[in-house]
């Protein structure tokens, strides 16, 4: 049995919302947790960022943000 989503979509027996709230998951949880394992940060919160329908776009442009312009504290020298 094949099932096709985006025919399913065309065709109007899944709703756009649906679609969206299956593939953009599949799409946004990696993206995210190669820039949290990257830049250290924790991957939970990633994963479950990722698995939010229609928020997960947003924080996945956090992600991004964040690995642009976050800058680690550097460690105070014992002088």
């Known amino acids: ?3 096709n989503i985006f025919q399913m979509a065309r065709e109007g027996e899944i709703t756009a ?3 969206v709230a299956i593939v953009g998951p599949l799409i ?3 993206i995210q947790l190669l820039i949290a394992k990257l830049k ?3 991957l939970m ?3 479950i960022s990722g698995c939010i329908p ?3 776009q947003l924080t996945l ?3 991004i943000l964040v690995a642009i312009f976050y ?3 550097k460690a105070a020298s014992k002088e």
Request: charged share 15%; hydrophobic share 55%.
């Open 61 to 63: 442009l956090g992600y």
């Open 17 to 19: 919302f649906a679609l």
């Open 45 to 47: 919160p990633a994963v």
């Open 71 to 73: 800058k680690k504290p």
């Open 28 to 30: 946004v949880i990696p």
């Open 1 to 3: 049995m094949d099932i």
């Open 40 to 42: 250290g940060f924790r």
């Open 54 to 56: 229609m928020i997960n």
